[in-house]
């Protein structure tokens, strides 16, 4: 595995991820925002594997409105919907198609 290295000779005095802002009314996303939701649904897939009636989105919009922005929680869990594969994939979740509301929201905070 190729491995980068800083160099040796960074400037003095650079923030550490403790002093830099994590949040400008744009989300900044950490490690474990991708982690956990994605952890969560590799267990949900194990444990579900024969069951084609739910659905864990990760980073998925979630729209409740027609003329509203979508929620994007970091996971979401909805039972009672059909799990669809390859090219059916849903782009979003919208509660007006799938008439189910999740039972579930994951939100990781920075």
Known sequence: MLEYKLPNKLPKNLPSAEELPDSDDNPVDNELQELLPGLLKAILLILWADRMDWLFG?????????????????????????????????????????????IFALEVVS
């Not at 059909?82 to 994939?89: C, I, K, M, S």
Request: zero cysteines; glycine letters at 6%; proline letters at 11%.
């Open 58 to 102: 990760v980073d998925m919009g979630i729209y409740y409105h027609s003329e509203q922005p979508p929620i994007v929680p970091d996971g979401f869990l909805s039972l009672g919907v059909e799990r669809f594969y390859d090219e059916e994939l849903r782009p979003s979740y919208v509660l007006w198609d799938e008439n189910v509301v999740p």
